[in-house]
């Protein structure tokens, strides 16, 4: 299978406080296969790490969540750190944005908390997934099948524990958005859940 990415454009969404290497290592990985990668962020200008125990780097916003849109991107990484997605999951603008890529049909990247916004999006019903231990109960109140794996794949939704599963977590997420076939700008769904492609004047 083939894992170039020429042409693919990903959005990874963050907040003050994401896991730093949860954030570059995808990000790296992604650019070394091709893509163009862009920080969406509700922080404008710069948003800041945090490493392990203590604050990290700060890195450029590439674009406000504000004025992004799912048919913006081929696909979504969403780093964890506890503070990122409990900052994220409060945003209706972020929710809805993670929920338009789902809908869409597009690949969804989630490592460690990360996956908190699935949850907070209602998406994680009958999904088989991964996550940071802690949040296992949240996972599973929300109707998901959380499995102690380094990855997981299901639905063309990704999920990794922590920051030792990035090898494969990386590697499923370049495969996953090589394989897929949705339009960049695909817009709606069917109430089947079949995505169609947005009508143009």
Known sequence: ?????????VAILVADGFEQVEMTS????????????????????????????????????????????????????????????????TNAKVV???????????????????????????????????SYPSIRTDVQNAGGHWQDAEVVEDQRIITSRNPDDLPAFNRATVQAIASSQVPRDLNTTTGAGVPVARAHA
């Open 1 to 9: 299978m083939s894992t170039t990415l020429a042409g693919k454009k």
């Open 96 to 130: 809805q944005l993670v929920r338009d890529f789902h809908d869409a049909g597009k690949p969804i990247a989630a490592i460690c908390h990360g996956p908190w916004l699935l949850v907070e999006a209602g998406i994680v019903d009958g999904l088989r997934l991964t």
């Open 26 to 89: 995808p990000r790296d990985a992604l650019t070394r296969a091709g893509a163009l990668v862009e920080i969406v962020s509700p922080v404008e200008r710069q948003v800041r790490g945090w490493q392990h125990t203590e604050w990290g780097e700060t890195f450029a916003v590439d674009h406000p969540v504000v004025a992004v849109e799912a048919t913006d991107y081929d696909a979504l990484v969403l780093p964890g750190g506890q503070m990122n997605p409990d900052t994220l999951r």
